[in-house]
């Protein structure tokens, strides 16, 4: 039987990215709980509101791919070496499909 991976995901209810996904890198959220309470609106997922910043910190995840380049600290370019500034806040882009 293969190996159990332990991957992380993004909690963006509409991210797919994962630890395993190309060019993608996940961050932690802050234990600060004003930031954190401010990561979880911008990410549309009030419903985690319940739980304590330092479990968010230590289970929840969101990509590189919600943060504008402004909120990373020095050159972006090494995808695996990206940092964010200490009040980087995501911005979540929300797809609206028509039909």
């Known amino acids: 039987m293969p190996p159990k991976l332990n991957r992380k995901y993004c909690c963006v209810k509409s991210c797919r990215n994962n630890s ?30 319940k739980l304590s910043p330092e479990h968010l ?10 943060f504008q380049n402004k909120m990373f600290a020095g050159p972006v370019a090494d995808l695996s070496k990206k940092k964010l500034k200490k009040y980087a806040t995501p911005e979540v882009v929300v797809l609206v499909y028509r039909s």
């Open 57 to 66: 910190y230590t289970n929840y995840r969101l990509c590189n791919t919600h």
């Open 20 to 49: 395993t996904t190309s060019g993608v890198t996940l961050f932690r959220f802050p234990k600060d709980s004003e930031r954190c309470l401010i990561w979880l609106k911008n990410c549309g997922r009030m419903d985690l509101a």
